[in-house]
């Protein structure tokens, strides 16, 4: 299982600061904005499930 968008499609990107998870359509959507807004591709470790007590400590 993939990390996934909210739409449900499978996600590709990280988006803003808090590195939410979006597939590329989303991810479109949300950049389209006057301001500069943070977009990375997903590593894939982090397309990935990751144990949710791993998941602080990968963080920092
Ligand atoms: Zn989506």
Known sequence: MSK???????????????AQPKCLLCMLEAVDVPIPVLVRT???W???PVKPDLVDVIDE
């Open 4 to 18: 996934k968008c909210s739409c449900g499609n499978k996600a590709d990107y990280a988006v803003h600061d808090d």
């Open 42 to 44: 997903l590593d894939p």
């Open 46 to 48: 982090e397309a990935e």
